[in-house]
């Protein structure tokens, strides 16, 4: 199975978990395209559901595909959130914002009751971290903003580039205007010391770092599909069930 047909896979198998008359959110990213294309189908065979996207460009897709939307002012309160990502570790802690939309995508998250990550298994890792971490930053104060993360990285003893995403020869700019920072600081052995360090920096809109938000991965591999379920309190373990 090719890269595409792996996430084809993990798509579909999120698609059991929606039913008729669900609040979705619906994430960023080649392989939460592979779902809507899939929901897409459902949803012209009379699957009534309606999505709030987390991006212009999903927007765009959705409504290509006639796909029902809504945003998040009209529907704040969402059923389930199914969205790809970056990396995925073995408490569903990811990261997320490759493709620079991590700022919609953790609001409308943190707005759904479950949220669902897709992947093929290249992205699962025990630590967290070979992806460079994407903080999104205003854009006034770039520089300063720039000192100031390299600084309270550096003060929980992870250092390494930050460097600001382009686009040719333009500053990548997000849905919300601001600019992205890309942060290889390699491996992150404490995500919460980091989250917490990266939001007490007033130029730092939002960072990577999803904890907490996923409660299931489905990861695709040449093996099949596997599940697993976040641990519901921490420190109990962690289930993993192939299916
Ligand atoms: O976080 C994201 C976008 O901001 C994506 O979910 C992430 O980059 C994964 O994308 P893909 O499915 O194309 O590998």
New binding site residues.
């Given amino acids: 199975m090719d890269a595409r047909q792996l996430?084809v896979e993990a798509a579909r198998a999120a698609l059991a978990h929606v039913s008729d008359g669900m609040r979705l959110g619906i994430?960023?990213?080649?392989?939460?395209e592979e779902f809507v294309r899939l929901l897409a189908e459902k949803v012209a065979t009379g699957l009534t559901i309606f999505g709030v996207p987390t991006s212009e460009r999903t927007a765009i897709l959705c409504g290509e595909l006639g796909v029902p939307l809504s945003t998040l002012e009209e529907t704040p309160e969402l059923d389930l959130t199914i969205?790809?990502?970056?990396e995925i570790d073995p408490a569903l802690t990811l990261i997320?914002?490759?493709?620079?939309?991590?700022l919609r995508?953790k609001i409308v998250a943190a707005a759904s009751a479950r949220m669902i990550v897709i992947a093929d298994h290249s992205k699962m890792v025990e630590t967290l971290g070979r992806f460079p971490l994407p903080i999104e930053v205003n854009q006034f104060g770039l520089r300063a903003t720039e000192i100031a993360v390299a600084a309270a990285a550096g003060r929980l003893g992870l250092s390494g580039p930050v460097t600001l995403r382009m686009t040719g020869s333009q500053p990548f700019v997000t849905d919300g205007g601001h600019f992205i920072l890309d942060a290889s600081f390699g491996r992150i052995p404490d995500t919460r010391a980091l989250s917490n360090a990266l939001h007490a920096i007033p130029g730092v809109v939002e960072h990577g770092l999803f904890i907490g938000l996923a409660s299931v991965a489905i990861i695709a591999g040449s093996d099949g599909i596997q599940t697993v379920h976040a641990a519901r309190k921490p420190g109990s373990s962690i289930d993993h069930d192939v299916a």
Avoid at 27 to 32: D, E, L, N, V
Avoid at 83 to 86: I, K
């Fill in positions: 996430k994430g960023t990213g080649s392989t939460a969205d790809g990502a970056d997320k914002g490759g493709g620079g939309a991590l995508e």
